[in-house]
């Protein structure tokens, strides 16, 4: 918090009394407190968490001898809107590359352990956190 004050310090540069600068460094803390205000340190770790995402889909993608179907297989285990709008499933990926739907299953599930994420979907085929969120 001290960077915060020494932030709002140098921002308000002696425009405000003393007084002033106290309600608006509460304002600015209620503000904080309300709003999820990220941390630099936040975003590290979050394009750490995508890169480690990508290294498993590379890993995955290069030693595949059907990368359309682990592509397919990749988006059911993201939610991506490509397999939501064509309500691409795993039976419809194991009939298309004459595979049974528990081979296919197995390996959706094997990258959501590699990656370390959540399913996207549930037992019904819906979604669960949506596009919009991914799970840490």
Known sequence: M?????????TLNGEFSADQKAVIYRLFQEFQTDHHI????DYRE???RCLKILLVIDDLMSQTRCPKRTWREISIGL????????????VQIARTSRQSRAAVS???RKFLRLARLGPAFNA??????GFSSIPS
Do not use: T
């Not at 939610?79 to 795993?90: D, R, T, V």
């Open 46 to 48: 979050a394009a750490k």
């Open 79 to 90: 939610g991506l809107p490509s397999a939501c709008f064509s309500h691409l499933s795993e």
């Open 106 to 108: 197995w390996r959706v």
């Open 124 to 129: 019904n085929g819906s979604a669960l956190a």
């Open 38 to 41: 990220p941390n630099p340190n």
């Open 2 to 10: 001290a960077d915060i004050a020494e932030f709002l310090d140098a």
